[in-house]
């Protein structure tokens, strides 16, 4: 069983910047790939960035592409996601999940095993 936690949402203005965390308890996080979604109000879950369980390969959404990064260090249980050039459609609740067997340009929220909780994210225009 894996425990995800993430933090680091907020309220940022337009063309601002944040770093979320996503921190693993539970289990080793090297044994599973990571991927962050998002959810708006009335929208379905989207696949933001994913990240191979060695950190060596990862993946955006053509939506966040450019802006976007997602990282890991195993050694600290921990995946992050910097995101720039934040614009109000970027805002959402951001879950990350873990999945193990499942990695891919775009990763599937069915195909994930463990999930956050979420941490708000909200860019005023």
């Known amino acids: 069983q894996v425990q995800l936690v993430e933090s680091g949402g907020g309220l940022v203005q337009a063309g601002g910047s944040l770093r979320l965390s996503c921190t693993a308890s539970g289990s080793t996080l090297s044994n599973y790939a990571m991927a962050w979604f998002r959810q708006a109000p009335g929208e379905e879950r989207e696949f933001v960035a994913g990240?191979?369980?060695?950190?060596?390969?990862?993946y955006t959404a053509d939506s966040v592409k450019g802006r976007f990064t997602t990282s890991r260090d195993n050694a600290k249980n921990t995946v992050y996601l910097q995101m720039n050039g934040l614009k109000p459609e970027d805002t959402a609740v951001y879950y990350c999940?873990?999945?193990?067997?499942?990695?891919?340009?775009?990763?599937?929220?069915?195909?994930?095993?463990?999930w956050g909780k979420g941490t708000l994210v909200t860019v005023s225009s």
């Open positions: 990240i191979s369980w060695s950190g060596r390969s990862s």
């Open positions: 999940a873990a999945a193990g067997y499942h990695y891919g340009p775009t990763m599937a929220p069915a195909g994930m095993d463990y």
